[in-house]
């Protein structure tokens, strides 16, 4: 009988255990799970605090408080986040600090499973843009999803469908994240976008699409059908994605960076000069298609063995304008290896440069400015070749005698452009090569860009990528001497 009762009472306990158990895993962290710990200076956070800390499945998460209370609603508001996107992630591989008045949002500088995010906006309730970037960087989503899904209210269909009945207004419907953001177009056509993407989103759910991911997986479709409930004749098509990412203030909603590959751009407020991106819809075809040039780039490194570039390309690159008023086009600050950009165009040729320049002994401009010119400008660079298909149509540009040399008119897009090919016929005609060419300084006797590019064209094509690179790495005299053995040799392709 005694023995009975004591079985029994073993089985309440485990059951409580278990229902204990149950209990916490629904509700997340519980107060007794928070611990007191010290944030210590760092590159990322470079003050102390104080801090509650508690382990969750997808990481830890740290709140700048000692309240409780004030952590339990932290907690809460994060969990609803990840299962509002249905967002599953068991890794543990995330931080996330909530703090008063963030500094700064650098952490994308470092690690993108670092995210810094102001707690009073959670603390009071404002929480749009933090949950758009919870989602967002936490589901490897679509901007749009992440937005559609944070924001509240009730959606504006009737001027919705009034807006998409112009035709004009459809390119709107790409829900890129660069739509979101008043840097690149008017904050009254970034409304429409951000109410478009919330009204899609609402849609999806209804439609059983649940999940962020899933969403983003089925643009295509959901927008269609979304267009047909409108009443709305339209068919949405198009293939350019999103493959950089916004980092936005989770305060304001403005955009800080963009990150490209291990590029982070800081954008803050003043984008780049806007000569050879115009609008929305260049600025759109820009960002899809830059991911790719640096990605060449990056593999062209990778499949010639190139191992000295590799450390570059494990690192986070940062790129501003900051200080760069006084000087007209881009450049590389070596020391911090950071790319000072001033055209948007200009950014493989630059990113080269930081890739390339550890491979250099001897200080040859011919050659430094060439590899960047011939890689970063005219082999992985689509902008570029979108400018010169304009060009060489034009016919009362200077590049028009090259433009009806290679047929230009039967060239149906940029991309069956060899614009190595048109350098060199641009040296090859000495009118067009006198107005076009660009001297690398002031000197006139110095090399042009074309030229420096169209030699290092040479050594690769007539002996290899590896002998470039031997070139590179020899010392400053050395290196006078084979570049002049080399010059009889490339003369001979201009005849
Ligand atoms: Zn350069």
Redesign the pocket.
Same mark, same amino acid.
């Given at each position: 009988m005694k023995i009975k009762i004591k079985t029994e009472g073993y089985k309440q306990v485990i059951l409580y255990v278990f229902l204990f158990t149950c209990l916490a895993f629904l509700t997340g962290c519980s107060k007794e799970s928070f611990v007191k710990e010290t944030h210590k200076r760092d590159n990322i956070i470079s003050r102390q605090f104080e801090m509650l800390t508690c382990e969750k499945p997808y990481g830890r998460i740290h709140i700048e408080s000692l309240n409780e209370e004030e952590a339990l609603q932290v907690s809460r508001f994060v969990d609803e986040c990840m299962s509002e996107a249905q967002i599953e992630s068991d890794k543990g591989d995330y931080e996330l600090f909530f703090l008063h008045n963030p500094t700064n949002e650098n952490f994308a500088l470092f690690d993108s499973n670092i995210l810094v995010i102001p707690l009073d906006q959670i603390l009071l309730g404002e929480i749009t843009y933090t949950k758009t970037n919870l989602i967002y960087w936490m589901s490897n989503c679509d901007y749009w999803v992440a937005y559609g899904m944070a924001a509240s209210g009730e959606e504006q269909i009737d001027d919705l469908a009034e807006y998409y009945r112009k035709e004009d207004n459809c390119k709107q419907l790409n829900l890129s994240g660069a739509r979101f953001f008043d840097i690149f177009q008017s904050n009254d056509d970034c409304e429409m976008v951000r109410e478009t993407a919330k009204a899609i989103v609402k849609y999806a759910k209804g439609k059983c699409y649940s999940s962020s991911q899933e969403i983003t997986e089925n643009k295509n479709h959901i927008i269609n059908e979304w267009l047909k409930s409108l009443d709305l004749e339209y068919q949405y098509e198009y293939s350019l994605y999103d493959k950089v990412k916004y980092i936005a203030n989770s305060e304001t909603g403005g955009l800080n960076y963009i990150i490209i590959e291990n590029i982070v751009m800081d954008i803050a407020g003043d984008p780049y000069s806007g000569t050879f991106v115009k609008d929305i819809n260049d600025m759109e075809r820009y960002l899809s298609n830059i991911s790719e040039d640096i990605e060449g780039i990056q593999d062209f490194f990778i499949n010639n063995n190139v191992n000295e570039i590799e450390q570059f390309m494990q690192k986070k690159i940062a790129c501003h304008k900051v200080g760069a008023e006084k000087y007209r086009?881009?450049? @590389?600050q070596p020391e911090s290896e950071t790319i000072v950009l001033l055209q948007w165009n200009?950014l493989p !040729?630059?990113y @080269? !440069?930081i890739l390339f320049n550890p491979c250099f002994a001897g200080d040859s401009i011919e050659l430094?400015?060439g590899m960047?010119?011939y890689l970063?400008t005219y082999k992985y660079n689509h902008k570029i070749k979108e400018m010169f298909y304009d060009w060489l149509n034009q016919e009362d540009s200077y590049y028009a005698p090259i433009g009806d040399e290679i047929g230009i008119k039967s060239i149906n897009s940029e991309n069956e452009l060899d614009i190595e090919r048109i350098t060199h016929m641009i040296l090859q005609n000495c009118e067009v090569k006198e107005k076009v060419c660009r001297p690398l300084n002031d000197k006139t006797e110095e090399w042009t860009?074309e030229e420096c590019s169209d030699f290092v064209a040479f050594v690769i094509n007539r002996y290899s990528v590896k002998k470039m690179i031997e070139l590179a790495g020899l010392e400053e005299s050395e290196q006078r001497k084979a570049i002049d053995a080399l010059l009889p040799e490339w003369e001979e392709t201009f005849q």
């Open positions: 086009t881009s450049f @590389v200009t !040729h630059e @080269v !440069h430094k400015e960047a010119e970063g860009y």
